[in-house]
């Protein structure tokens, strides 16, 4: 099936909104997980002394389950929504103490600001919103150095339009119209394992490990990344 980028950015205060009230827990516990045994973080105890920078937060749930797994951890939150940013920060305002160590900044890849390295760059469901997933990889690698893990899930896409239309029914059937829209359009939007590869080769990141997970996912993570892009 051939791909169809969707909009980079979810910027209607209505579809962030809905993304924010929607039970993503589940699947945010599983991504934790995983992040959790990446080798940077493992055995990390409250996270002294480590960064972790979540790219494309969103509204910055997976931001803070980072930063109550390692509260001592400095945890950065980056997307280019607005929308998107403005709940994540009503979120961390609503309780500083837990979040002391939490910040939110917006920010459009590519952009020179990004620095590193920090201890582990992870993201949930960037990738596929990107129309060129370069500007992933080469992030990635700003913020990257030979301690640094690298974790990062995202959708891929479906063999045919009959496949597509199961996994919406499957895993957004009862959600509000607006979510099962945009799930529609993200799993036409996403990438095959062959096509991540290829990016990864491309950007000088081919070691690390792509896999495919449960009937809708890709995982692609990796430990001691080249360091920050070239001028």
Not at 4 to 32: G, H
Not at 84 to 102: F, K, N, S, T
Not at 138 to 158: E, H, I, N
Request: charged share 25%; net charge negative.
């Amino acid at each position: 099936m051939e791909r169809i980028c969707e909009p980079e950015l979810m910027d209607e205060p209505l579809q962030a909104q809905a993304y924010a009230a929607a039970d993503f827990s589940s699947s945010d516990r599983a991504v934790l997980e995983r992040i959790a045994a990446l080798p940077a973080l493992l055995g990390s105890g409250d996270g002294t002394g480590l960064s972790v920078v979540d790219l494309g937060c969103g509204p910055g749930n997976i931001t803070f389950l980072l930063a109550r797994r390692w509260p001592e951890a400095r945890v950065l939150g980056i997307d280019g929504s607005a929308a998107m940013l403005a709940i994540a920060e009503r979120r961390r305002l609503a309780d500083p103490a837990a979040h002391r160590q939490v910040r939110f900044q917006r920010l459009v890849l590519p952009s020179p600001e990004l620095e590193g390295p920090c201890s582990a760059v992870v993201s949930n469901s960037l990738l596929h919103h990107l129309h060129d997933p370069a500007v992933l990889w080469g992030a990635v690698k700003q913020l990257s150095g030979p301690d640094t893990s690298l974790f990062v899930r995202d959708l891929r896409r479906p063999a045919n339009a009959a496949d597509l239309e199961a996994l919406v029914v499957r895993h957004a059937g009862a959600a509000p119209e607006v979510l099962r829209r945009d799930y529609s359009h993200s799993l036409r939007a996403a990438f095959t394992p062959a096509e991540v590869r290829e990016q990864l080769v491309v950007a000088g990141l081919g070691g690390l490990e792509v896999r495919e997970v449960d009937d809708r996912y890709l995982e692609i993570q990796g430990h001691g990344l080249p360091g920050r892009l070239a001028p």
